[in-house]
Structure formats: C-alpha cells, structure tokens
DNA sequence: GTAATAAATGTTATGTTATAACAATTGATA
DNA sequence: TATCAATTGTTATAACATAACATTTATTAC
C-alpha cells in the first residue's frame, strides 16, 4: 500500500487507499469541493446551497451517511427540511459523479475520484465503517470478461467487499 | 457461452447462464428443491413449511423477488401472513446458501449453486430482469488481490452488474 | 409417555428508506 | 420584462425491514 501525502491528488486508475487516521481532512473536504464545482462549470450543472451541503456533510469523513442521517445533520440549525431536498441533492450528484450510492449499507458517500461514472468498487471495513474506493481495471476487466461469455452486456457493474481495513486489523477494536 | 442440457447440474466453479426462454424450468424448481433438503438434512436444519414454500415462490422463475411480493404470493391463498413470515423464512434460506439477496433491488433470488457462501456475482438484465448466477475465480481472485493491495482483508465480496442479457440482445424488447 | 427445553411461528406495532404529486420560487433566455 | 425551465418547498404515502412478545410445535431428557 503506498502512501499518499495530502497534496496528491487521486486519479481514475489509482486506488485512494484507507484513510489514515490522522491525515489531512480538511484538504479531502475541500478537494471535493472544488472537484465539484470543476465538474458542474463544465457540465453547465448547477451547484446550488442545498447540493453544495449535502456534498460537504457527506465528506465530514470518510463513512457512508444514509440519507436520513443527512436529513437530520441539515436539520440541526433549526431547518425544516424534507426527505425530498435529500434525495434530490443525492440525485444531483450521483448524476454528476460526484457521489455514490452503497447498496450494501443503504447509504451514500461522496466520489473519491474524478471522471468515470463506472467501474469503482467499494471496500467497506465493518469495524470502522470507513470506506476506500478504487477504479481497478483488473477488476473491471473480469466483470466483463465473465459477462462476455455469458453473452451479457455489461453497462453498470457494482463492486462492494465487506472486510475489515488495514488500520482495524492492525490495532482490532 | 456452452450450452447446458436440462439435466445438467450446476456446481461451483460453473457458470449457471442466463436462462433460454424455453427451457425446463420444472427441472430448475425442483432441482433447487431437491439441492435444500439435501443441504438442511447434512446441517440438521428443518426445511419447514414456511421455509419450503419461500424457496419454491423464489423458484417461480429467473427473477429476483421482493419480500413483500413473496409475501402477496403467500397470501394470495388467503392467509394473512405478516412480514416476519417471509423475511424469517429469507433469513433461514440465506443462511443456508439457498437464496441470496440482491442488494442494488431490495429482491431475492433463489441461489443457482451448491455450497459456497462468498463469491457469487450476479448478472442482472435491465430488459427482462432475469438474473444468472456465476462463481467466477478470476472475479474473486481480482478483488482478493486489489484488497490485498489497500491492506484490506476480504470477507464479503458483493458484484452486482446491471446490463442486457444475450436474449435481450439478440430480440431487444 | 411426559415434562422440560429449544426451535419455529403468529401477531402487533413500529422503524427506516424512498418517492409521488403538486405548489411556489428562482434563475436563465428571448 | 415576459416566458420558460430548473429548482425548491411541502404534504402525503409507498416500499422495505425489524423489534418484541405471545403461542405453538418439535426435540430431548428422563
């Protein structure tokens, strides 16, 4: 597992490893900030208040959020918000890339990496709850090796291994 | 993509492929019938009738089923099961390795194979909703190797893949 | 064979996740 | 500035899942 300083920037095709526990969070969250706003200038997509805050709870660290959960952190200033706004913000930026859905756990966590809509996969550690995304072609390459010769075409293929990560099998809870 | 006669039996390691519009599915249901009492019998497990009836509406075709569709086809009788019935009865199944539940629907499937718990894929067709089951080394041995490369030590690996299957293709709806 | 125990089922209630439908507002465009 | 499209607000409800406890059915020990 190679190490990665703060200023690296991760890219498709490189894993963005776990999360060491002291790094520099500050610089994820607004990473993925100007990644956003990157990709809607670009798109001609909008980052309005609401997309924008539901974006920055979803990187208060490096778990899923369920949408509920989002619902009530944008609640805790007294707002009256429904599931709706939620929903439609998550929608916003799954669209866009910017955020994905983890079937497994029923919640969302934002993009660890730029471009491609396809092809991530999720490594979920049941202790800690942390999650690390990666785009492995070897991985992907398999998927649709397999599905090649079942006659299948495959458009959307979904990765997510349960385990248990590098930091909680070293020092176990 | 070979064909498989209807007296073929899948195993692991095999591919179950996508199902052809007219083959045998009398065969498929009770050789899965056949598979759960074989498995209950060496885990001194009961195949009740509950358990039993669950696995045989998971058996009506290829596709995936709500609990709460299962739940209509048990009542459809006239009975007023409630929720627990079925989500009981899937829990056992699951357990078990009779059925699997896909994660990316909120359905259930009847499992295609014998033994083996883990490293299951499912190839999902977004046209006719059915679903083939393959045990591909190379998929697990890709995600095995990626996790070994983040540190992460895999326990559930979890491949869902959204596209077209060859019957679809070859005739698009 | 019967009592004691464990396993499974029945039942009610409730918790969690997600979307439909429509009104009101805001931003972009002509 | 009128028009249209996109976004947000709001209410209601649909869809998925489990907690908790009573009852029944199987198994086991005696």
Redesign the interface.
């Known amino acids: ?1 190679k190490p990665v300083s703060p200023s690296d920037e991760p890219v498709p095709g490189d ?1 963005v ?2 999360p060491r526990p002291h790094h520099d969070h500050d610089h994820c969250r607004h990473d993925a900030l100007r990644r956003a706003e990157d990709v809607c200038a670009r798109q001609g997509a909008r980052l309005t208040q609401a997309r924008r805050e539901v974006l920055d709870l979803l990187w208060a660290d490096h778990r899923p959020v369920s949408a509920y959960d989002l619902l009530h952190r944008l609640n805790a200033d007294g707002r009256k918000a429904a599931p709706p706004v939620v929903y439609r913000a998550l929608d916003f930026l799954i669209e866009h890339g910017l955020a994905h859905r983890l ?2 756990l029923n919640a969302f966590i934002g993009c660890a990496h730029i471009g491609g809509e396809h092809g991530a ?1 999720f ?1 979920i ?2 202790e800690c709850g942390q999650v ?1 995304e ?1 785009r ?1 072609p ?2 992907d ?3 649709r ?3 090649a ?18 930091t909680c ?1 070293g020092a176990p809870a």
Do not use: H
């Open positions: 597992m894993d490893p776990f079937n497994s996969q490594f550690c049941r690390a990666t492995s070897e991985i390459s398999a998927i090796t397999a599905g010769e079942l006659g299948f075409r495959v458009q959307a293929p979904v990765v997510e291994v349960e385990g248990v990560c590098p099998s």
